[in-house]
């Protein structure tokens, strides 16, 4: 079993990783002082996996949309019971998600670790499929997706993703449809369980109040090494133009909901999570609550306090989002794009720079004093290639004036932006 210290002189913490015997990456940052531990077992797998290959296949194997999220659901059904079931005896409390690239399987707890960590590790590792119980779970997932084809800030984000995505999956549903999600078989789920599941496409990260011996333990009595599957994903080939521009729909809302989005160039994970961060900070310049622009809009009456913005960013793909309630979203996307163009042409102002890079290097320390965040942390570190998560802040430290006008130029140029409303019912 391989053991390495990663240490931050800066903050003056460190975490521990662990190679184990089974193949699986463990990431450990005891904290002295907290009171809760917080785990995540997690799998590099996530909606956008749905065309892929192993050694084992010659030809690409294409599995339904929606198949990550319904995995995700199953995973918790055991043979001997329901693993919620067994959190309750725990105190634990428990949860899981699927996003565009990753499956993350958590708990939080105060006391009881030790059982906590070997539910945890136990049922994500002994699938459970039946086809009466698949049924059953199409029913269920079904009335998920027709809810959330009726909530509008979902459906803004994803007409917003279908208008600037021609073919990269991270257009579709992380649910799937109704349709897709009828396709999906127990013989399906197993072949992507045991593709996507295996312990070296995975990682388990603890953060908080809890000993690392009990989680080395945990993993020698359950996990079990198994074949090193090596898995290759067909990358999307997507234009760099948006599919439209524009994109509206109606539903059961008082004000206009919006998402104005921007097309960036996306690279490979670890480069994209570099981008993201530079990217955070260029939406606070230029339409952060520190803003002229935002001050602006906000006094005009165009924006409320419903206003945000976010980077979303993963394997092979990237976009800069602003969204929220406005009267008048058209004006909202024109004054934006207007002050892109401004800055593309002047330059970032020096003062602002400093000021935002300054307040997004503060977020990430406040991230470190958080449980549930270095956990998330050193996951994402993890899958998108980033050995030292510290690293992050360097990051932002190091960033210049002059890279973040070279990101403005590739990731916010409003010829590659498209902005989609929610409009009340007439």
């Keep these: ?110 006391g009881n670790f030790r059982e906590s960590m070997e539910i945890l590790l136990d049922f994500v590792s002994r699938p459970y499929f039946t086809p009466e119980t698949v049924q059953k779970e199409q029913g269920i997932i079904g009335q998920e997706i027709r809810m959330y084809d009726d909530d509008p800030g979902w459906r803004s984000l994803f007409n917003l993703l279908q208008a600037l995505y021609h073919v ?37 990260t603890v953060a908080g109040n809890f000993r690392p011996e009990d989680v080395l333990e ?7 090494k198994g074949e090193d599957i090596r898995i290759q994903w067909r990358k999307a080939q997507e234009p760099r133009e948006v599919a439209q ?11 206009p909901l919006f998402q104005l989005g921007f097309k960036g160039t996306a690279g490979d994970s670890l480069q994209n999570l570099k981008r993201q961060i530079a990217d955070e900070i260029l939406l606070e310049i230029l339409c952060g609550e520190s803003s002229t622009l935002y001050r602006q809009l906000y006094d005009s009456g165009l924006i409320n306090g419903t206003f945000e913005y ?12 602003y969204g929220g309630e406005s009267r008048d979203p058209k004006k909202v996307r024109d004054a ?5 163009r401004r800055l593309m042409a002047e330059g970032i102002d020096p003062e602002a720079f400093r000021r935002c890079r300054k307040a997004t290097y503060g977020r990430y320390i406040g991230m470190f004093s958080r449980v549930d965040s270095i956990a998330s942390l ?24 002059e890279e973040l006008e070279n990101r403005l130029r590739e990731d916010m140029d409003p010829q590659y932006s498209a902005l989609s409303i929610i409009t009340p019912m007439a």
């Design 378 to 401: 050193m996951m994402l570190s993890h899958f998108s290639g980033l050995g030292n998560m510290y690293e992050i802040l360097d990051w932002v430290k190091e960033l210049t004036r």
């Design 1 to 110: 079993m391989n053991k390495e210290i990663v240490s931050s002189p800066a903050l003056g913490e460190q975490f521990q990783r662990v190679e184990h015997p089974s193949g699986l990456t463990i990431l450990l940052c005891p904290m002295e002082g907290y009171s809760t531990a917080y785990a995540m077992f997690a799998a590099k797998v996530g909606s956008i996996d749905t065309t892929f290959k192993t050694q084992h296949e010659e030809d690409f194997v294409e599995v339904p949309p929606g198949i990550a999220h319904f995995l995700e659901h199953k995973m918790f059904e055991c043979e001997d019971g329901d693993a919620f079931a067994k959190y309750a005896k725990t105190g634990a409390s428990a949860n899981a998600f699927t996003s565009f690239d990753r499956t993350a399987y958590l708990f939080s707890c105060t």
């Design 336 to 340: 934006i794009c207007g002050e892109v």
């Design 168 to 204: 990269n999956p991270v257009r579709l549903d992380i649910a799937g449809t109704t349709d897709s999600i009828a396709e999906i078989t127990d013989q399906l789920l197993y072949r992507c369980y045991h593709t996507f599941y295996s312990l070296g496409n995975m990682v388990l």
């Design 310 to 321: 976010e980077v979303l960013a993963g394997r092979d793909y990237l976009c800069c989002m």
């Design 245 to 255: 521009s524009y994109v509206e729909q109606p539903l059961s809302v008082s004000t």
């Design 218 to 224: 945990a993993a020698d009595k359950i996990l079990k």
